[in-house]
């Protein structure tokens, strides 16, 4: 198993550009998650999803979009990056949503 | 949101001491409390977690208590040792998840 995948590993973008930060995992979990963490914050929950085709918003939503076509795949989309959302980025996913969270290796984004 | 507050924020220890992390919330419920261990450059990696009818859990050097009145829970480390250094989050889910700031242990040899 490779467990979850994230690419890019690393990425810079300018103010206004879109992107798609991949995620992926083959250990058929239903429940998929996305966090970043900032110094001295932790890490806070951007989106969820329960189930394929169902997303909910976590603690700090504003900016992204996620969608779930597929119980493998969890994409987070940002529509106008913004210099705020510069951060490292976590996807997690976990059998179900009180169970052990598998963290991916991260994407660190930057935005100029 | 539900607040996850988490103490202390460094914590400095010699090999084989203990240490313990304190993480405290505020008014809703969980019934499910994660603690997770971050080595550098890589993502968070579970190391135990406690459900909300369970008072202590323990695993080998590591423990957790739960005190659902007092709405705190802690992390004890025994025998630490420098591979045990990194940084800690506990994490509660209130309906979605939150976590903590994270402790950043440091184990001298």
């Known amino acids: 198993n490779a467990g979850v995948t994230q690419t890019p590993k690393f990425q810079v973008l300018k103010t206004g550009q879109s992107m798609t930060l991949q995620c992926a995992q083959d250990m058929n979990h239903e429940y998929m998650s996305w966090y970043r963490q900032d110094p001295g914050m932790g890490l806070r929950l951007i989106h969820y999803s329960v189930g394929a085709g169902i997303t909910d918003q976590g603690e700090v939503p504003n900016g992204y979009n996620v969608s779930r076509s597929t119980t493998e795949d969890f994409p987070l989309r940002l529509l106008s990056a913004a210099p705020s959302q510069t951060s490292v980025y976590f996807c997690a996913s976990s059998y179900r949503k009180l169970h052990e969270q598998y963290f991916g290796p991260g994407t660190r984004l930057t935005v100029t | 949101g539900e607040n996850v507050e988490q103490h202390p924020s460094t914590l400095s220890v010699q090999e084989g001491d203990s240490a313990v992390i304190k993480c405290t919330y505020s008014?809703?419920?969980?019934?499910?409390f994660p603690w997770y261990k971050q080595e550098l450059g890589k993502g968070p990696q579970l190391i135990i977690d406690?459900?909300?009818?369970?008072g202590e859990k323990k695993d080998q050097r590591i423990a957790v208590t739960l005190n659902k009145t007092a709405k705190h829970f802690s992390l004890h480390i025994t025998e630490t040792q420098p591979e045990d250094s990194a940084v800690y989050f506990c994490a509660g889910n209130f309906n979605k998840f939150y976590f903590g700031s994270g402790t950043k242990l440091n184990v001298k040899p």
């Open positions: 406690i459900r909300s009818n369970v």
């Open positions: 008014d809703s419920a969980s019934n499910y």
